[in-house]
């Protein structure tokens, strides 16, 4: 199993769609939980933390199932804007903690 | 607040040839990381610091070396390019190992 593995894409909505990503990592011991965005030929950048009991920013709720090691992302309300690829991250949890990224997966929102 | 700052920006290297990569932050950030992005491959870690003076080894170190001997600035060499080494390199530090910001990036082609 991939450390940190994510829905192949890319994924193509109309906006104002509700789309929903997925993320399962392998290392049991890991704590800590985030996506990044990437948008074309630029850097990442932190999107959200994911916290056990879930959390919630505007249009975005991310979830994290321990026993399932299943990590989500949810987006409603999809806007042009949001078209970028989102990246599940984990921390590795093993010596000093450093950060393993899914590959990611593209978002494509259309008018 | 310039953040995380990677120079250069682009690059075209022969192979064989030589290259230091820089990467300068102003945030007093204790860790610091190198990764290389390639396509369908995802951000890897080549190296990381957790402080001045340590570099440790990441996912893909080898033909990489790296040095931290000031607390801002974090310096990735290439002591013989080769054609697998043409990727967009990030750098990124961090307060606390976790929540990472990164530099624009490097793009780096060896013919």
């Known amino acids: 199993r991939k450390e940190v593995e994510q829905d192949p894409g890319p994924f193509n909505v109309p906006e104002g769609a509700t789309v929903a990503f997925n993320c399962t990592y392998s290392n049991s011991a890991s704590q800590s939980f985030f996506w990044y965005r990437q948008d074309c030929r630029k850097e990442p950048k932190l999107l959200m933390s994911?916290?056990?009991s879930g959390n919630e920013d505007g249009r975005f709720t991310a979830q994290l199932n321990r026993a399932s090691q299943y990590i989500s992302l949810l987006i409603r309300d999809s806007k042009l804007s949001d078209s970028a690829t989102y990246l599940c991250v984990v921390n590795k949890a093993s010596g000093y903690s450093t950060l393993t990224f899914g590959k990611g997966t593209m978002l494509l929102v259309s008018p | 607040n310039a953040g995380v700052t990677q120079t250069p920006k682009f690059r075209v290297l022969k192979t064989g040839q030589s290259m230091t990569l820089l990467c300068a932050q102003d945030?007093?950030?204790?860790?610091m990381y190198w990764y290389r992005q390639d396509p369908g491959m995802g951000l890897r870690l080549i190296h990381y610091?957790?402080?001045?003076?340590?570099?440790a080894k990441g996912e893909v170190p080898d033909g990489y070396n790296v040095s931290r001997l000031k607390k801002q600035n974090f310096l990735l060499g290439l002591e013989s390019a080769a054609p697998s080494q043409t990727s967009v390199y990030f750098c990124?530090?961090?307060?606390?190992?976790?929540?990472?910001?990164f530099g624009s990036g490097t793009r780096l082609t060896v013919v």
């Open positions: 610091s957790v402080g001045e003076g340590t570099t």
């Open positions: 990124a530090s961090s307060v606390t190992g976790l929540g990472y910001t």
């Open positions: 945030m007093n950030h204790e860790y």
């Open positions: 994911v916290y056990s």
